[in-house]
């Protein structure tokens, strides 16, 4: 019975998290994103970290990443479940802008 019991906890260590989900980080530092460029694969989660003093926005046109006011140490995020490109600025500092480019792997 012990045998049984070892081998059915090692089964359950060496299988691990049933599923994993993707993420990738973007810091906001400086009044820029960095990277201001990424490319991940659909299903993939995007956190905005605002690492700066003052506050920022993640916002597009389209109304899909549209962020509060993001003060020193908030964050953002937004998963991503469709192919295509996702232009995005800071609306309270327009000239900061960043791009998503969501592809299958």
Request: glycine share 8%; proline share 8%; hydrophobic share 35%.
């Amino acid at each position: 019975m012990q045998r049984m019991t070892t081998l059915l906890a090692l089964v359950a260590l060496s299988c691990g998290p049933a599923t994993a989900l993707a993420t990738d980080a973007v810091e906001i530092t400086r009044f820029a994103y960095a990277p201001r460029e990424i490319t991940i694969a659909p299903g993939t989660t995007v956190v905005w970290n605002n690492r700066d003093e003052t506050p920022h926005t993640v916002t597009d046109k389209g109304g899909e990443l549209a962020s509060p006011g993001l003060d020193t140490g908030d964050r953002y995020e937004h998963t991503f479940r469709s192919e295509g490109d996702y232009p995005y600025y800071c609306a309270v500092h327009p000239f900061m802008t960043g791009i998503v480019h969501v592809r299958r792997p």
